[in-house]
């Protein structure tokens, strides 16, 4: 995909982040993107040139332009930077990433793609209430195993610390920034997905948002809920859930999230798709 492109680097630094100069590469719409050696997302970008192709297939077609796309758990903000094309100059995205890491490199990714006034990237953890979480940080090679239970659903992935970080629900957070419009959340929490939808009950219920995330059994048992706790919690805001199938990225009426290891899917409101 990159081979016959010229490869640029960069350097840049944050507080708390080590300096570094990274290959620069050009990505899908004109945009251009950082890979981090031996990072899991940078080797899938290099290899193939995509990152989870169904959900941003299943997410194209979701966000129309001028939309507004929130992006929960944004790691280096691949999403962000996709849905920033998609929704042009009329839309927003808002990115939220906890990790000091992940957070400077999603705002560089913004800066250096000209999307300062597209995309706000917020270093905060979005939960069930205000306040502030301990956010267990993983080594570099897997940074999208950050999480907010104690410890991480693959016993392979160490830790290199634990930082406190401010949380807030997305409702309050759409109530301070006077946000009257959401076409798609994209949720990716590593389990915590259950206390993002307790945090946004009246988000769901007056602008009713389009969500796609991921269920994973482990990950949620780690956080004290399951597939049973989100299906219950998004049946009573009036939502349905569809299946992703991995092959077409078309959408499938799902009756139940059943328990097994992972999967993508799409919730909607009811009568929405």
Same mark, same amino acid.
Do not use: C, E, M
């Given at each position: 995909f990159f081979s016959s492109r010229r490869r640029h680097t960069r350097s840049f630094h944050v507080t708390g982040v080590q300096t570094c100069a990274l290959p620069i !590469?050009? =990505?899908l719409d004109g945009l251009r993107v950082q890979i981090v050696p031996g990072n899991e997302m940078s080797r899938a970008l290099y290899l193939s040139g995509l990152y989870e192709p169904t959900v941003?297939?299943?997410?194209?077609r979701l966000l129309p332009a001028g939309g507004t796309f929130f992006d929960v758990g944004a790691n280096m903000g !691949?999403?962000?930077l996709l849905a920033a094309s998609w929704v042009g100059a009329g839309g927003q995205v808002h990115a939220f990433e906890p990790s000091a890491r992940e957070h400077a490199r999603l705002v560089e990714h913004v800066r250096f793609n000209g999307l300062e006034g597209r995309v706000r990237a917020e270093r905060v953890a979005l939960a069930e209430h205000d306040g502030t979480v301990g956010l267990h940080v993983a080594e570099d090679?897997?940074?999208g195993h950050n999480t907010l239970s104690d410890g991480f659903a693959?016993?392979?992935v160490a830790e290199v610390g634990v930082e406190t970080v401010e949380a807030c629900t997305l409702d309050s957070y759409v109530r301070r920034h006077d946000v009257r419009r959401i076409d798609v959340v994209k949720i990716d929490v590593e389990g915590s997905e259950g206390r993002v939808l307790a945090g946004a009950r009246e988000t769901l219920r007056t602008l009713r948002p389009r969500l796609v995330f991921e269920v994973n059994e482990p990950t949620l048992r780690r956080h004290g809920s399951s597939p049973d706790d989100l299906q219950?919690?998004?049946a009573e805001a009036?939502?349905?859930? =569809?299946d992703i199938d991995e092959a077409t990225a078309e959408l499938r009426p799902l009756p139940a999230l059943a328990r097994g290891s992972s999967w993508d899917v799409v919730a909607a409101p009811r009568g929405a798709l």
């Open positions: !590469l050009p =990505w941003a297939v299943v997410i194209q !691949l999403f962000s090679s897997h940074s693959n016993a392979a219950r919690s998004l009036g939502y349905d859930l =569809w």
